[in-house]
């Protein structure tokens, strides 16, 4: 039999779920895809990650090459369909490409607006729609100045968001008074508009634009009461229209949207269309929940068991802006009958707002603390009669019934219809379900299987939990493969390692079966280091495989120069270590000469031809590397302690020189950084390190665990020990069991979560025979480790790295 | 004949042999306009790029090497030895120059 020949136009999020729905019950379909955008179908949600530098392009794509090969799609990229021949059933693309179809799908999505004031078609305006625009606001980025975006919904703000943390000015301009007016109430307007602003970005509300100014590319904005702002960038994201056209010049029912029935079929009964061009019921959609419901429906009539209908449902909002929480579902304007039950604490900056009709709960507004959210998203679904708990429905889930304010207990209480994945429309009782008849022990598996927090990701948390909840000890934390090269996630990565005795990258790669030839510039570090750490002294070190720092042991700047610290142990330096730095950086002309935030001296600017020079120089003032570039021991900060200070209890300085001459050369699984402070009031910052150290009068507090970059947690405490040299072996013993299990870049307190505070504390801390243990193979490791890279260089090692290999200019030759 | 002689001795330029490059990594070869990442694959084939990334200028010969691609140390663009492209969703080339080995001896070819 001939399969029927598909065709979508549009490659969007809609029909990309609609075709994974259509391939696990059909197979009848021979499916050609055109697409205006040059790509495979991605997760347009996610842009704002991508902007902000948190995601990568690749972490987002939905389907990447081999989807579309191994469904037999073909996929004309850049291939805008222009036309519908109804009666030939045809479409044909301005490339001049024709495919004829038995069913088309119209995924046109929708087209960002654009404000058509003067000067808005100048070079520097920018919708916020697709990759194409991200990357044309990271040029601008890159270059510097004021971006200034109009629309202050959820669009304009992640935008903001992302450009400031690009490094630009940033300015909102809204029209409305308050941000996000549709799906924030005022109150939570407000409390949205203090914290972006806490964060530099500049909002002015009731702020309409005039016009563009600028001769060949953007340079001011104009607003309507004359007021000009500077601008390098204008993003507009004041709303969206759904993409009609080719619908419409194909003489389908068009209204706002391409009208469809609740079968998602157009006014053409072998046309269907899916997505934020659908119109159904008078209505058009702007979230992926609604339209990935669309797909399921779409999918089912396409295959033929038409067991679907579309029906409408509120979506809640969240905005994806890094530490901003907030959730919104529902109606919140004031109308008859309405009641409101609001909860404000002005100290911690959170506001929550339920809005009941006839005892029933209609909208909810959330901002600081959202956990409560699918609760209440759950008695607005179900319309379930709130009156016995009145009194305590503002107060959240925790404090209905007594519970315990646990998360597990949290969702333990949700019921099995409480929707878990907003995006996706899944349910508790789906995921449980799931888990348990599949046998999935992943988050990727899960993922997988129900696609629960697979779009924009903001339930994994609620997730994950359920996953602990259903399956306890059996859940496996370490889920996905440790790049596109294998299946294998890093832990059993690690375990076979040890367990078939593999010994170098090739005999892991061919031994394990890796997919590529020769892995990718994300496994080979990783199998690197975990071939260091568990053959110390027979492993030889895979220059080739470590990132450029490590092999050159120095950090790579931004114009090819390079960064050299040199180790100050504990902090401690002298005048003759200040002499010759200041040497070196007089004699190599270094541009800049920083003190760092880890207690030592940084010389930037360093040309990688001059780096063996200056380390010989540093080397003959006695100083090693500091090893700032390495996944491995970077600094103790130490504070003053008995030395000189009035409430120092400990010589917390020579302890930490004494850690630090113990670990220093040591690789980990990321960067491992200590402190050692003299007394609880904490000068040395040891309670947001690694693994830091407070001494009491009584002895030393050792604690770990703590980070203070991307992520800012307290630490949590090991144990307490009386000696100096208990001090050292313990700390010994806990950054070798770090070594031997954590995941490459796995900090230190992500490890720490994943296997258990508990648990490392009878390992290495309950049982002294393990703690020793652990400490001599630390020590047995650094007696290969303790060679400074740079002295080895300086000496002639890898001297390639440093030299160019020829010079073909006679000018330039005597130069060099 | 002159001419022509004169001409292949600048085409084709003796910058080393392939036992100056380690295997899956570059060595960098300069002249008078810009500086070239002279690349050694796994299985001793050897290319040769322009050292400026596509994407913001990135010594590529400070990359990993990995099948017939260097990742940039940058910001990880995925570029092919082959021919300077840019891997995957990410647009744009570098400069890439002919190569030929003799023996063990390397000739690049800069005029090209
Ligand atoms: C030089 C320094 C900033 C300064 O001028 O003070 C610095 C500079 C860099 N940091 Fe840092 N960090 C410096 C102290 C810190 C601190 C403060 C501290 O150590 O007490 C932190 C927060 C503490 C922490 O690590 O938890 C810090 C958290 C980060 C992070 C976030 C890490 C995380 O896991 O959250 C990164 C990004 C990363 O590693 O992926 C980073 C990355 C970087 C890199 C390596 C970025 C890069 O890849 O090029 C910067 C290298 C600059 C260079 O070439 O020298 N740096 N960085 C500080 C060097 C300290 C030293 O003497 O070695
Ligand atoms: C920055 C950003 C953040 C967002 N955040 C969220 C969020 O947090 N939560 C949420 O639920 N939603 C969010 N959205 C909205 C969500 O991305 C969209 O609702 C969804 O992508 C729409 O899917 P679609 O398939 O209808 O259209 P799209 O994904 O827009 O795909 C349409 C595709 O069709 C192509 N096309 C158009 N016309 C033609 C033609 N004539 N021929 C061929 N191809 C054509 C287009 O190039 C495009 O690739 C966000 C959107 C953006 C831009
Ligand atoms: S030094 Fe650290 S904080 Fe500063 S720009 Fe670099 S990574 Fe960011
Ligand atoms: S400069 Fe090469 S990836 Fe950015």
Redesign the pocket.
């Known amino acids: 039999m001939t399969k029927q020949r598909l065709v979508i ?8 779920r609609m075709l994974e729905h259509l391939f696990e019950t059909s197979t009848d379909y021979d499916v050609t895809i ?4 040059p790509r495979v179908n991605y997760d ?5 990650p991508v ?1 902000s530098g948190e995601k990568t392009y690749e972490d987002i794509i939905i389907h990447g090459d081999a989807w579309y090969e191994d469904h037999g799609i073909t996929l004309h990229r850049g ?4 036309h519908i021949d109804r009666e030939a059933k045809t479409v044909t ?1 301005e490339g001049g490409i024709t495919a004829p179809y038995d069913k088309l799908v119209i ?4 087209n960002p607006f654009i404000i058509p004031c003067p000067g808005h078609d100048l070079p520097g305006v920018l919708a ?3 990759l194409n625009d991200v990357d044309g606001m990271l040029a601008a980025a890159e270059k510097g100045g004021r971006a200034v975006v109009i629309g202050g919904g ?2 304009g703000l ?2 903001a968001a992302g450009l400031k943390m690009r490094g630009m000015d940033v300015t909102v301009l809204h029209l409305m008074p308050t941000l996000m007016e549709r799906q924030l109430d005022p109150a939570a307007g407000y409390l949205l508009q203090k914290e972006l602003e806490a964060r530099g970005i500049d909002i002015r509300c009731g702020a309409n634009t005039k016009a563009i100014h600028g001769k060949d590319a953007v340079e001011a904005i104009e607003l309507d009461d004359g007021t000009m702002i500077d601008a390098t960038l204008v993003v507009m994201a004041v709303g969206i229209r759904p ?1 009609v ?2 619908a419409q010049e194909a003489g389908l029912t068009v209204n706002r949207g391409i009208v469809a029935d609740a079968s998602l079929r157009t006014s053409d009964p072998d046309i269907f269309t ?5 119109e159904v019921d008078g209505r058009v ?5 609604p ?1 990935y419901q669309m797909a399921r429906v779409a999918a089912s009539h396409l295959c033929g068991t038409c067991d679907k209908e579309f029906m409408h449902s509120e ?1 809640p ?4 802006v890094t530490g901003v929480n907030l959730y919104s579902v529902g109606e919140f304007g004031d109308g008859p009958g309405m009641e409101d039950v609001v909860l404000r604490d002005a100290a911690k900056g959170t506001y929550r707002r339920v809005i009941l009709r006839d005892n029933k709960v209609i909208g909810a507004v959330l901002y600081g603390d959202t956990a409560d959210g699918a609760w209440y998203n759950e008695m607005l679904k179900s319309g379930q009669d709130v009156s016995e708990m009145r009194e305590t429905l503002i107060f959240g889930q925790n404090y209905q019934g007594g519970g315990a304010v646990n998360p597990l207990a949290a969702v333990a209480n949700l019921a099995d219809d409480a929707e878990i994945c ?2 996706n429309g899944i349910c508790k009782g789906d995921i449980v379900n799931a888990i348990t008849a599949k046998g999935l022990t992943s988050l990727g598996d899960v993922r997988a299987h129900t696609k629960a927090s697979a ?2 990701g903001t339930c994994t948390g609620l997730v994950e939990n359920l996953m602990a909840l259903t399956l306890g000890d059996a859940m496996s934390k370490a889920p996905e493969g440790m790049c596109g090269c294998t299946t294998l996630g890093h832990g059993d990565v690690r375990r076979l390692i040890k367990a078939k005795g593999l010994k170098s990258i090739p005999a892991i790669m061919q031994e394990l079966e890796w997919t590529t030839a020769e892995g990718c510039a994300k496994c080979r570090p990783a199998l690197n280091y975990y071939l260091v750490a568990d053959w110390p002294g027979e492993y030889k070190d895979d220059q080739q495989s470590r990132f450029i720092n490590e092999r050159v042991h120095a950090n790579i700047q931004k114009d090819g120069t390079y960064s050299v610290v040199p180790r100050m142990f504990g902090g401690m330096t002298t005048p003759d270590e200040l002499r010759a730095i200041a040497d070196v950086a007089d004699k190599y002309d270094i541009p800049s000469v920083k003190v760092t935030g880890g207690q030592r001296i940084d010389l930037l600017g360093v040309k990688k031809e001059d780096l063996i020079p200056v380390w010989a120089d540093l080397n003959k003032a006695g100083m090693i590397s500091g090893a700032a570039y390495s996944k491995g021991l970077r600094t103790v900060k130490t504070c003053v302690g008995t030395d000189w200070c009035r409430f120092g209890t400990q010589d917390s300085t020579g302890l930490g020189i004494k850690l630090e001459k113990y670990l220093w050369g040591s690789w980990a699984p990321a960067k491992l950084k200590l402190a050692v402070t003299g007394c609880p009031r904490n000068c040395a910052e040891a309670t947001c390190k690694d693994i830091g150290v407070i001494c009491v009068d009584s002895g030393y507090e050792i604690v770990y665990g703590g980070a203070a970059g991307l992520h800012i947690q307290g630490t949590t405490m090991l144990g307490k020990v009386a000696t100096e040299e208990e001090v050292i072996e313990t700390i010994g013993a806990l950054t070798q069991y770090y070594r031997e299990t954590g995941f490459y870049l796995e900090r230190i307190y992500k490890w720490a979560d994943r296997i258990g505070y508990d648990h490392i504390r009878d390992v290495i801390f309950d049982d002294l025979d393990a703690r020793k243990a652990f400490a001599d193979r630390f020590a047995y490791s650094q007696t290969f480790a303790q060679i400074d890279p740079w002295a080895e260089r300086v000496a002639g090692a890898e001297s390639h790295e440093f030299k160019p290999m020829a010079v073909l200019d006679a000018a330039l030759e005597a130069a060099e | 004949m002159n001419v022509a002689l004169a001409e292949t001795d600048l085409t084709w330029r003796h910058v080393g042999t392939i036992d100056d490059i380690p295997r899956q990594g570059a060595r960098c070869v300069k002249n008078a306009e810009m500086t070239i990442a002279v690349f050694r694959t796994s299985d001793d084939r050897v290319f040769a790029l322009e050292d400026k990334c596509p994407h913001k200028a990135g010594p590529l010969s400070n990359g990993i090497v990995h099948g017939g691609c260097v990742t940039c140390p940058l910001h990880n663009w995925v570029i092919s030895l082959e021919d300077g492209t840019a891997q995957g969703a990410d647009e744009g080339a570098t400069a890439s120059f002919p190569v030929r080995l003799e023996g063990r001896d390397i000739y690049l070819n800069l005029s090209a």
């Open positions: 136009i549009g490659n969007g999020m809609a029909p990309g055109f697409n205006a955008e347009r949600i996610m842009l704002s902007l291939e805008k369909v222009t693309s995924a046109t999505g929708s916020y729609r697709d959820l669009l992640e935008a993409n056209a080719v899916v997505g934020e061009c659908a959609y702007g979230l992926v929940a339209l979506t909002t969240k905005l994806k907003g995006c779009s924009c």
